[in-house]
């Protein structure tokens, strides 16, 4: 199959003040969130990526075009509805310190399975359609371009945390146990028996390794080699 890499948005001002912003439109990256999206497009100007799927919220889309700013290509750059931010219902547009004394608050932290959100979407629903959407595309672009390809998806948090959850065969209950941050990068790739997860909620480093793509096959037993060291620059 070909391999996903998850992009976080950039950090906003809602995110810098503790604001659940939800879908809430006019929500942009803050200057830090900006430079989280340029260093996180830096980091993917090596690989060529067949396509930037992005949520429609306003955050991601500008995410995105930091990212395609840094390509050497014209990668396909289509909105992808199901990867928008979970529906809170009553809860967007509060604060995080507020809703913390909310009785659905404890079975956010350990229970979202059975999580719906008042006036909202229920937490499986949102992981549902977010991994249905991660998976279709997947399956599109290795039609479309063969195994080697690498992708972007650009969306958010808890939709990211419940993509991983999926990929590492977790339940949905245990997702919180994930941290995915502004501007990060985890990367998938849908195998034929099962799903591999080659990095989380990472924020530096080479990532050209990408380049060639990701072999499948069985897991190697004690590890493996892992990944090319990347080529050490002259000074």
Known sequence: ???????????????ATGLLA???VGVGLDRIGHDQAALTGDRLAAVPLVAVVSSPLERCQQTAQLILDRQAGTPYAPVEPDLIE??????????LSDLASEELWPIVQSQP???VFPGGESMAA???????AIR????????????GAVWVAVSHG???????????????????RITVGPGSVSIVRYGASRPSV??????????????????????????????????????
């Open 198 to 235: 080659h990095a989380t909620n990472t924020d530096a480093g080479d990532l050209s390794w990408l380049s060639d793509g990701i072999h499948s096959g069985d897991a190697p037993v004690g590890g493996g080699a892992g990944q090319k060291a990347p080529k050490a620059s002259c000074a």
């Open 113 to 115: 399975s059975a999580v």
């Open 86 to 95: 979970c529906d809170y219902g009553q809860w967007q547009g509060r604060t």
């Open 22 to 24: 939800g879908r809430a």
């Open 126 to 132: 949102m992981q549902a359609r977010s991994v249905a």
């Open 158 to 176: 808890d939709i990211i945390k419940s993509i991983l959850a999926d990929a590492l065969g977790m339940h949905l209950d245990l997702f919180q």
């Open 1 to 15: 199959m070909a391999t996903v890499i998850l992009v976080r948005h950039g950090r906003t001002t809602a995110n």
């Open 136 to 147: 279709r595309h997947d399956s599109a672009f290795e039609a479309e371009y063969g195994p």
